[in-house]
């Protein structure tokens, strides 16, 4: 079984793959039951989104952790994965801007991703 932080880094390492934009994770473990870990990224494209649940969901099924349920794969510009101990939002920018999740949750921590990500999106975590 594991851990939640390991759910996460999979999690992000599996929406990197996928070219997901400003991925961002927090520990909410410490402020909410909800879950320890929320993960927060931008999509192109509503076929972008749909991919990168997919992605996500496929990678984590393989390492035995299922998504328990997802939320808005039909409707387009948002798509929430709940693996229980980690929740997957992911969004079409403006839409993200909208419902300001990080705003939302500013108390959680944020986690360093740097060494889970390819790419120089894990530079923006201190732009938003």
């Not at 520990?27 to 039951?33: F, L, S």
């Not at 939302?104 to 938003?128: F, M, P, Q």
Request: net charge negative.
């Amino acid at each position: 079984m594991l851990t939640s932080l390991e759910v996460a880094e999979l999690a992000v390492k599996a929406l990197d793959n996928k070219k997901a934009k400003d991925i961002r994770v927090l520990e909410t473990k410490n402020i909410t039951v909800l879950a320890d870990y929320f993960i927060i990224c931008t999509a192109g494209s509503t076929t972008q989104i749909k991919t990168l649940a997919d992605e996500v969901d496929k990678t984590l099924k393989e390492k035995g952790e299922p998504a328990l349920h997802t939320e808005g794969y039909r409707g387009g510009g948002w798509v929430l994965v709940d693996f229980g101990s980690v929740i997957v939002h992911l969004f079409l920018k403006d839409i993200r801007e909208f419902y300001s999740l990080e705003r939302l949750w500013r108390d959680a921590g944020e986690v360093d991703i740097s060494n889970w990500v390819t790419d120089d999106d894990s530079a923006k975590l201190s732009e938003v």
